[in-house]
């Protein structure tokens, strides 16, 4: 907080509802600052900053109903707000970061590293520096490079480069040993340590040969190579033929280390690239680090129970959190972006007194940079699905959000079978849906089915969702009758596998609210299927709906329960979306094709072959399709004749 910043504190009042602690009609500054929100006990729970405190508090206050559930949970749990006034934007973020740091609010964004990443360290605040890989807090006087993916990676870095700057990669204990006897240790003798223990080099041409490391790694390469090769071909000059054998040795390990740093940029740019994925539970960061065009680093976080934020609010809390206290030769001089944060001039000018030189922060729109900010945001995708999935395997996790679902939904009993189902279309064209089965709380692929809409397709997704667990249901009631009524046989005597639609789940999920869960309840109740739970989940809440109910099931965001009913639902998504489009390609290529005469299935598909789509297929020329085996000219005429004239 700068020492200008002015303090007022709104009393609290005896009942803990949002407009019980409601800051009295013109209390509030017009000025930008920090506000704080504090339960009952004076725990901070909320950290916030604004422009204008008056309208940002005010909009917590003016429309409870239209707030994210997440705001309203924090408002509720509230008892009292403060504010800070600062006098600048910059001040705000500072003062925003340095409390959420100071008092880890509950409902605040916080980024956690998904893994410990690993680090090449150079301890040049030693007196003999030492290379070596490091993990977790970062210590005063060591310089850093990274991080890597993998510890192994480092180290083939390092093997290759202690050819060229043979420093120390020892412990203290067999530094000090070998200083005691008089002898270097195996990396001395084979020429890959200087063995400045037995006094080979000094202190100072040692630390000198740790400085030229660090230049290296940190992307002044091309100096490194050059002075190699003028000495390679001065030693060849003067007819010292093994000391030119070894100095381009020398080189050629300097290029194979840089070889394991992709070249993605030009030269000269050093920048981090940022990336999101984010879905309404979690969301995942990736950042690709690039140093003279080349990365040098990556690392990932995951922050879950997500407060009521945009893309750019996540890039800014995640950019104070990173650069807050980072070294300034660790603040680049670019920071690539999804999304603007809300206040990037701000945030440019705090990250640019860090680093001690201007920053930009920005959205790349074309070339190479966005070109790489997509694979970085791949990157984020698939961090996230492999956080989900880390999550999902977990024996623990899994049973306590089955008997969570249980308790939620007032089961008897966990519902170690849960069935999905979801409907895809384009405009009612080319419905269909889908079924996933998830048994003690993971995924059962072999058991997905697929399902075209027939006699409902048009009518909407609450008749397709009836008519979709009408025929699943029908089809289990039939093969429970072919397995026997006393005692069903789910195994097909004929095949010696399951029969397909023999299980029944004990919870049958439907992805939408009241009207969907309605269609599929009274699907099994016009079967006489009574033993099977029935519930939706609604995308834009996260809410649960019951049969019957007027009110939805709202289970904490934080639950594992509603996380796996979460996966479960978009797994039938992304099922049925799949089969939509294979289904609507399927229909494209079929209307334009099958009305052509003398085309069999055989030349149908050596057309799409050869052309790879009906719409190159369409650009061709009569002559074009004669090249392809078993089309003749008039053939070849025929479809061109056919297609042009479907295109106009």
Known sequence: ??????????????????????????????????????????????????????????SYFADFAGLHPRTQ?????????????VGTEVEALQLEYSWI????????????????????????GEDFPRVQVLRGAKRKGTRYFGPYSHAWAIRETVDLLLRVFPIRTCSAGVFKRAGQIGRPCLLGYIDKCSAPCVGRVTPEEHRELAAD??????????????????DMREAAAAEEFERAARLRDDVQALRRALEKQAVVLGEDTDCDVVALAEDPLEAAVQVFYVRGGRIRGQRGWVTGEIEEAGPGELVEHFLLQMYAEAAPEAVPREVLV???????????????????????????????????????????????????????????TRSRALQEIADALGLDQAPLRIECYDVSHLQGDDVVASMVVFEDGLARKAEYRRFAIRGMAGQGDVASIYEVISRRFKRYLEERVAGGELDPEPIDPDTGRPRKFAYPPNL?????????????????????????????????????????????????????????????????????????????????????????????????????????????????????????????????????????????
């Open 101 to 124: 740091k100071e008092f880890d609010p509950r409902f605040n964004v916080k980024y956690r590293d998904d893994k410990s990443y690993p680090y090449l360290a150079v301890t040049m």
């Open 213 to 230: 490391f660090c230049d290296f790694m940190a992307g002044n390469t091309g100096r490194f190579i050059r002075r190699i090769e003028r």
């Open 1 to 58: 907080m700068s020492a200008g910043a002015d303090s007022l504190s709104v009393v609290v009042r005896p009942a803990n509802t949002p407009l019980s602690y409601r800051p009295e009609p013109g209390s509030v500054p017009e000025s930008p600052g920090v506000y704080r929100f504090r339960d009952a006990h004076g725990r901070v729970i909320y950290v916030g900053k604004a422009k204008n405190l008056r309208q940002r508090l005010n």
């Open 338 to 396: 999804p999304a603007m944060p809300p206040e990037a001039g701000a945030l440019a000018e705090l990250l640019g007194e860090r680093r001690g030189g201007r920053v930009e922060v920005r959205v790349p729109r074309r070339g190479d940079k966005r070109t790489l900010l997509e694979t970085v945001e791949r990157n984020a995708k698939e961090a996230l699905l492999q956080h989900k999935l880390r999550r999902a395997s977990d024996l623990t």
């Open 73 to 85: 949970t924090m408002l509720t749990t509230a008892a009292r707000v403060d504010w800070t006034v």
């Open 508 to 648: 049958v999920v439907v992805d939408g609210g009241p009207a969907q869960v309605a269609a599929a309840q009274r699907a099994l109740d016009e079967l006489g299927v009574d033993d099977v739970a029935v519930s939706g989940l609604a995308k834009r809440l996260e809410e649960v709906w019951l049969p019957g109910d007027d009110q939805p099931v709202i289970l904490p965001r934080s639950s594992e329960g509603l996380y796996l009913l979460q996966r479960v639902r978009d797994e039938a998504h992304r099922f049925a979306i799949a089969y939509h489009r294979a289904k609507r390609a399927k229909s494209v290529t079929e209307s334009a094709l099958d009305d052509i005469r003398g085309l069999g299935a055989a030349r149908k598909q050596a057309l799409l072959r050869h052309f790879g789509s009906v719409k190159r297929l369409r650009d061709a020329t009569a002559e074009e399709i004669q090249q392809v085996p078993g089309i003749g000219r008039s053939t070849a005429e025929t479809i061109v004749a056919a297609l042009k004239g479907e295109s106009t």
